[in-house]
């Protein structure tokens, strides 16, 4: 794959650090879901930040079925319509399979411009899934969750692209 030029070459991603963001990320919509403002609508959703995230830098082991299978989960935990998140998650994350390549061509804050495209498709669809099953309209304020994630988008790739970055200290043996 041809880097960008300035672009730092990056070490493998480590199996267990990959999965446990995703774990630690579901474990903070869990407690999100549980604090004091419950389920609002404007709440981020930190699993689908992270699974997009994911998604993105490393599609052949988080995919479409890793999304599904933690909207499954999600589900659950939240005893709503059943299929409501592993719908929106894989949707979601099957659109960022589908622009990966071009994305990581951008810098970060571009990133971001582009990925909330992908949270607001997610976000409508939900909406959709939950209205045709009856509920009511959460309100205007449920167009604040893309906006806030595509903002968690910088943090993200700063947190979760750490533990990949080489120590800054090019020799004659190593140049990259």
């Known amino acids: 794959m041809i880097m960008r030029p300035?672009?730092?070459?990056?070490?493998?991603v480590?199996?267990?650090?990959?999965?446990?963001?995703?774990l630690v990320a579901m474990l903070l919509n869990m407690l999100q879901n549980m604090g004091l403002w419950g389920r609002a609508a404007w709440c981020p959703d930190v699993l689908a930040v992270v699974l997009v995230f994911w998604t993105v830098h490393q599609p052949s082991r988080v995919g479409i079925v890793a999304a599904f299978v933690f909207g499954l989960l999600m589900d659950v935990y939240q005893s709503g319509l059943l299929g409501q998140h592993a719908m929106a998650y894989a949707v979601l994350s099957f659109l960022a399979i589908t622009m990966h390549r071009r994305?990581?061509?951008?810098?970060?804050?571009?990133?971001a411009a582009q990925?909330?495209?992908l949270f607001?498709?997610?976000?409508?669809?939900?909406?959709?899934?939950?209205?045709?099953a009856g509920s009511p309209f959460p309100g205007a304020e449920i167009v604040l969750a893309p906006v806030l994630e595509a903002l968690m988008w910088p943090v993200a790739s700063i947190l979760l692209l750490a533990p990949q970055r080489r120590a800054p200290d090019p020799d004659a043996n190593r140049p990259l």
């Open 6 to 12: 300035g672009q730092q070459l990056l070490l493998p």
């Open 103 to 111: 994305l990581l061509w951008f810098p970060v804050p571009l990133q």
């Open 120 to 132: 607001v498709a997610s976000h409508a669809l939900a909406l959709v899934l939950r209205m045709l």
């Open 14 to 22: 480590n199996p267990l650090f990959l999965w446990g963001s995703l």
């Open 115 to 117: 990925v909330f495209t």
